[in-house]
């Protein structure tokens, strides 16, 4: 049996480390955090290891051997700090408190909303900027409705990619899985990128990164449909809009909380948008919906966000009886 119990409810106190505390600025003002460090390992490794000048089948090993490099790493280091920790009294709620700072619930949620209050206190501009820090295309480009889709589709997004994929893999492997699964997704999130740099040198932590999130994101987005009724929307429309539109998407895993979440809020998401590198021109999911999302979208995105968070607690809690 992979799920225990005691990971199960050391899961859960960082769930709720992470929902009432996030991710505390002073703290991280004083010491590096773990993401950045994790970020800084995987930059050393993309300079040092892919070079423009080699060939693709070249770099594409290199690639490789980088990401496997990573993962024997990040499970190396959480099965020692998970032995050593579990030595102690008391080890399991330093485990939370570890585990707390890979999760991304309250940071989320506190992007998100910036984009809308941002509408509120400074305009399109401001919200533009606030909506900069959590998406990778093209600010400049976005009007007020580019700005609150790409918001609505940061937030399920990342509700998958920061919050039920962690956990997930937490459930299973303890701080090792977690780690491994940060370490891949943080490399994903810096070279698995279609680019003349990156194209070759990140597929192999783009290819694992996918199947990381394969069944993640479709929890994430189940989670997100059942929450639909929170906002006016209803379950079975969310879930069938979801199994019939999450392919449409680019990515195999996104398309599912984006598809889900757009089935939720009523609105057409995904479509045409620029990135800084191109102009992207995907299928709209949910086509039939309303396609001026406005700051009430952003919103009301944020109930579905806390309701399908408090829903992903309320499974692990169900395991832990159960188990």
Not at 174 to 197: C, F, Q, W
Request: glycine fraction near 10%.
């Amino acid at each position: 049996m992979l799920i225990w119990p005691d990971t199960l409810l050391v899961l859960l106190g960082a769930l709720a480390i992470d929902a009432v505390v996030g991710d505390p600025n002073w703290l991280w003002r004083r010491l590096p955090h773990p993401v950045t460090v994790i970020g800084a390992v995987i930059g050393w490794f993309d300079r040092a290891f892919n070079s423009p000048s080699g060939a693709d089948a070249w770099r594409r090993g290199c690639g490789l051997a980088c990401t496997i490099a990573l993962v024997l790493g990040a499970g190396a280091i959480g099965v020692l700090m998970e032995r050593a920790l579990q030595a102690i009294g008391g080890g399991e709620i330093l485990i939370a408190l570890i585990a707390a700072t890979f999760l991304a619930q309250r940071s989320l949620y506190e992007h998100v909303a910036a984009v809308g209050d941002a509408f509120e206190s400074g305009g399109l501009a401001q919200a533009r900027r606030a909506v900069a820090m959590i998406v990778g295309r093209d600010p400049a480009s976005l009007d007020e409705t580019g700005v609150c889709r790409a918001a609505v589709e940061s937030c399920a997004e990342n509700f998958s990619d920061g919050v039920v994929a962690p956990a997930f893999w937490f459930a299973l492997f303890g701080l090792p899985g977690l780690l491994i699964y940060k370490v891949v997704n943080t490399a994903d999130s810096m070279v698995g990128h279609r680019t003349e740099r990156h194209e070759a040198f990140g597929w192999a932590a783009a290819r694992l990164d996918d199947g990381l999130n394969l069944v993640p994101a479709r929890l994430s987005g189940l989670l997100i449909a059942v929450a639909a009724p929170a906002v006016g929307g209803r379950f079975i429309a969310a879930l069938q809009l979801m199994v019939r539109d999450a392919r449409l998407h680019r990515s195999p895993n996104a398309g599912w909380p984006e598809a889900a979440m757009a089935g939720a809020l009523g609105l057409a998401l995904a479509g045409p948008r620029r990135y800084a590198e191109k102009m992207v021109d995907d299928p709209f999911l949910n086509r039939d919906g309303r396609k001026d999302a406005d700051p009430k979208d952003i919103h009301r995105a944020l109930r579905v966000l806390i309701v399908a968070s408090v829903l992903h607690a309320g499974l692990y809690a169900l395991l832990v009886v159960a188990f």
